[in-house]
């Protein structure tokens, strides 16, 4: 079974700061992905960023990073010069890599509030 | 491209009846999924499509059915709607590759109230 734990509610940064939202995860596939997903107050769901458990550096999109340790078992979602528009609820996800591992497990969410 | 598409956006059912959420994809991906979300909580796989012409459950199938129709379209249908379906429902939708890398790409969600 696969569990992704996300430990803060909420979080306050002021605009264009960085953040980092945590992300810890449990699993027994030695083959595995990480996902990152914004929610913002419409309610959509938007790829942000995909981490690799092989995968030998940190990934990288824009303004965000995924802090991958893989050794803690985490991946924590940094971004960069916070703007007003990174306003959102954020889910961690990861899926395995076995046959039939279509499913990805989420985190319950960290809701991020950026402060003008 | 529109990506993921859901129809309805919001929907209001008394207990006992019945509708179909339609999903459609235009990014000519092999595996689509039905996920739902409740308050404070992620999203739960309710049933997927690997490919055109096979579904499997997911975590939470119970109350549900689905049609893979095409490649395309995925609907999702409660035959006896009940309160404790009451939640927002994604569509999403991925390549279908091999491995963890598959991403999945979401619909912007139905709104479903339970009466």
């Known amino acids: 079974a696969q569990k992704i734990t996300q430990t803060q509610p909420g979080m306050f940064v002021q605009e264009k700061e960085a953040v980092t939202l945590d992300c810890t995860y449990d699993?027994?596939?030695?083959?595995?992905?990480l996902f990152w997903y914004k929610q913002p107050s419409s309610g959509e769901m938007i790829f942000l960023i995909y981490?690799?458990?092989?995968?030998?550096q940190n990934a990288t999109e824009g303004r965000y990073s995924l802090n991958f340790q893989k050794a803690r078992k985490s991946a924590n979602l940094v971004i960069s010069a916070s703007q007003l528009g990174d306003s959102a609820m954020y889910f961690c996800?990861?899926?395995?890599?076995?046959?039939?591992?279509?499913?990805?497990?989420f985190g319950k969410g960290t809701k991020l509030s950026v402060i003008p | 491209n529109a990506g993921v598409t859901q129809t309805p956006k919001f929907q209001v059912l008394k207990t006992g009846q019945s509708m179909t959420l339609q999903c459609a994809q235009d990014?000519?991906?092999?595996?689509m999924y039905w996920y739902r979300q409740d308050p404070g909580m992620g999203l739960r796989l309710i049933y997927y499509?690997?490919?055109?012409?096979?579904?499997d459950k997911g975590e939470v199938p119970n109350g549900y059915n689905v049609s893979r129709l095409n490649k395309r379209e995925f609907s999702l249908r409660l035959e006896s709607a009940a309160p404790s379906q009451t939640s927002v429902y994604f569509c999403?939708?991925?390549?279908?590759?091999?491995?963890?890398?598959?991403?999945?790409?979401f619909g912007p969600g139905t709104r479903l109230t339970v009466l």
């Open positions: 996800a990861m899926r395995g890599a076995g046959a039939g591992s279509y499913q990805l497990t």
């Open positions: 981490q690799g458990s092989y995968d030998q």
């Open positions: 499509s690997a490919s055109e012409g096979t579904t």
């Open positions: 699993t027994s596939d030695p083959s595995y992905g």
């Open positions: 990014m000519n991906h092999n595996s």
């Open positions: 999403a939708s991925s390549e279908g590759l091999a491995g963890a890398g598959d991403t999945q790409y």
